[in-house]
């Protein structure tokens, strides 16, 4: 099993020398300042309170509610500009270009591969077995050791499905790299979150964000969630201001409103469940897998018909035939009940 020392000396060794920017605001947290440091427009011209200062590099008093809803350390959090954000930090932090590698379980989200690309780091790919579970196994006995980070999207996307937790522990405690759980969707999920874990396994990284469950894409926060010290170096190399005023006052006022986001949840759940139900009624559905997100997966008799058809009529889904595994596959977000309602009573209208 890695130590916090065994994580530590995976980080690049110009990440490490590196000095970080330095902002003034990080130096004083008392109130009442006369802010003279960053040369801002000293005016508040704009319906919006502070908005014309930056923001608090490090967001502290967001991550302070943050860390008591989920029973952690602010310490332990990382707010980026969506999750994307953390895990294009990730790849820049551990990964050296054109040298080291990360793996993904395939099918998977479609950007762990682009950052990789995007910072000249190649990808070790491992398919899911047929129930779309992750072959522990298979991957610890085939891994390069120049694959510094793991991805697994946890619910996965397309495919919807919950990885078992001991097969997760069992790649954590004996992987020599980093695990970055991707837990976009578990808020959906009836399983718990394996951010319990970050204080037994030094080498997980957990990222979660508050585009889905809770309502805020249009804000782009995301959080990682690991041990201080890989916190740390993600911090390290951000911008010094990530997130701006607006978003963090909408994570705010949606934080003190916790009931809101868990009443919505329970309502796209059980629209999920009616959708799924509606859609194997149509003769082209040959499947509909199970599902622990916002979002089904579909096995139809032709993807690529059904998705232009129902561009045709204004409608917008994925067609996910070009992934592994899944021939023939569109994944459909749930959306609102009349929404649902237009999709089917669309499809309904196909010959196929």
């Not at 695990?179 to 578990?186: C, F, G, M, P």
């Not at 808020?187 to 585009?211: A, G, H, M, R």
């Amino acid at each position: 099993m890695m130590t916090i020392e065994n994580v530590t000396s995976l980080v690049r060794p110009n990440i490490v020398s590196l000095k970080p920017y330095s902002s003034a605001r990080g130096e004083f947290l008392g109130d009442n300042k006369i802010l003279l440091d960053a040369n801002e427009n000293p005016f508040e011209m704009w319906d919006m309170e502070n908005i014309n200062r930056y923001p608090d590099p490090l967001q502290m008093d967001v991550k302070q509610r943050i860390a008591s809803i989920k029973g952690i350390k602010a310490e332990e959090i990382f707010i980026g500009n969506g999750s994307d954000e953390a895990v294009d930090l990730i790849m820049r932090c551990f990964c050296e270009p054109a040298i080291d590698r990360i793996a993904i379980f395939e099918p998977t989200y479609g950007m762990y591969s682009v950052c990789a690309t995007v910072n000249n780091i190649g990808v070790e790919k491992f398919l899911l077995k047929d129930d779309f579970g992750i072959d522990a196994d298979d991957f610890l006995s085939k891994v390069s050791n120049s694959v510094k980070v793991a991805f697994i999207c946890n619910p996965n996307n397309p495919t919807g499905n919950i990885q078992r937790i001991d097969v997760i522990e069992k790649i954590l405690s004996q992987f020599n790299g980093l695990v970055v759980v991707d837990e976009a969707y578990i808020d959906f999920c009836s399983d718990e979150s394996v951010v319990k874990l970050i204080n037994k396994y030094p080498n997980l990284i957990v990222i979660q964000t508050f585009s889905k469950a809770w309502g805020l894409a249009g804000a782009r926060i995301g959080l990682a969630i690991a041990n201080y010290q890989v916190i740390s170096f993600l911090n390290k190399i951000k911008f010094p201001y990530n997130v701006g005023v607006p978003s963090l006052q909408l994570l705010r006022n949606a934080l003190k409103n916790k009931s809101v986001p868990r009443k919505f949840i329970q309502q796209i759940v059980s629209e999920r469940e009616k959708l799924k139900e509606k859609l194997m009624q149509l003769p082209f559905i040959l499947k509909v897998y199970p599902s622990q997100t916002n979002f089904l997966l579909a096995k139809t008799k032709d993807a690529k018909r059904i998705h232009s058809y129902l561009l045709e009529n204004n409608i917008v889904v994925r067609n996910r035939s070009h992934e592994p595994l899944c021939s023939n596959c569109i994944r459909i977000t749930v959306g609102t009940p009349a929404e649902n309602q237009i999709l089917i009573e669309t499809l309904k209208k196909l010959n196929l």
